[in-house]
């Protein structure tokens, strides 16, 4: 194994494709969402191999509601069995979990199931693995200006003091450092909602590979990439002027 230089410190990655590598095989398009589970668990293999720290998931979105009632079921189904199966597993690996987006939506079974592993593996210092449920950037934002808002009400803030850092700490991923490289499979050239504050400056990487398929090497090809990238935000970099 190779370790590209510099590796991004925070990964943020639409695993997209699922129904569609499941219709290809003409099975039904849960079966993709199955086979999605076992690519995640690679690509957290993957970023604990290479001491990546922060990995930063979408698993269902806010808009994910308007499939199928039957799809969103199995699903959920399918969040709750991987939880079950998983965490132990996680936990050895020094991963903690954090379940990001508005749960409230969700089934008591499913939700006792998040805050248990959130639990169970909240001293572990490996890798912290965040996975976007019901998650939607907007839905976000528009949250953290709301409870801004109460405090300007309460007097407890004036609006002077709500700058980029405070209001950034509001958000689902708080005072983590943003995004380096975001990777999205399944071909897609789109951000769907997720993370539009946190992705400003993020070296953007996107893949035809469809998730299920997204292997060691595919995760390591995107690395390759990022060590590529020269970041200037703003500035002039190595960039070289008369
Ligand atoms: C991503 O795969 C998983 C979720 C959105 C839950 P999709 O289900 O969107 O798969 P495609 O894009 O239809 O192939
Ligand atoms: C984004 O994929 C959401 C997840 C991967 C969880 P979608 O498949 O829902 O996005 P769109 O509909 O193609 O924009
Ligand atoms: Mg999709």
């Known amino acids: 194994m190779s370790t590209p230089d510099p590796l991004p410190h925070h990964i943020a990655i639409i695993m997209d494709g699922n129904g569609r590598w499941a219709l290809r095989q003409g099975r039904p398009r849960t079966d993709g969402h199955e086979a999605g589970s ?3 668990k690679r690509t957290i293999e993957s970023a604990l191999r290479h001491g990546i720290p922060l990995l930063t998931v979408y698993a269902f979105s806010s808009e994910n509601w308007r499939r199928p009632r039957s799809e969103v079921r199995k699903l959920l189904e399918l969040f709750l069995r991987a939880l079950n199966r998983e965490v132990r597993e996680l936990n050895e690996n020094g991963v903690r979990i954090r379940f990001v987006g508005n749960r409230s939506a969700f089934n008591p079974a499913l939700r ?23 998650y939607g950037g907007h839905d976000d934002i528009a949250r953290a200006a709301r409870h801004l ?5 309460r007097g407890e803030l004036s609006s002077s003091q709500i700058d980029i850092e405070r209001f950034g700490a509001e958000l689902a991923l708080g005072k983590l450092p943003a995004p380096d490289l975001f990777i999205r499979t399944g071909g897609e ?23 299920p398929d997204f ?13 590529n990238r020269e970041r200037r935000f703003g500035g002039l970099g190595q ?3 008369a």
Do not use: I
Not at 112 to 134: F, H, I, S
Not at 215 to 227: S, T
């Open 149 to 153: 808002a109460a405090a300007v009400e």
């Open 189 to 211: 050239r789109r951000l769907s909602n997720f993370l539009p504050w946190e992705l400003a400056y993020t070296e953007l990487y996107f893949t035809d590979v469809l998730w």
């Open 215 to 227: 292997g060691v090497e595919h995760f390591e090809a995107a690395l390759a990439d990022f060590a």
């Open 112 to 134: 006792d199931g998040m805050l248990r592993a959130e639990k169970q593996t909240a001293d572990n210092q490996a890798l912290l693995l965040n996975v976007a449920v019901n």
């Open 38 to 40: 076992d690519a995640l």
């Open 239 to 241: 960039v070289r002027h």
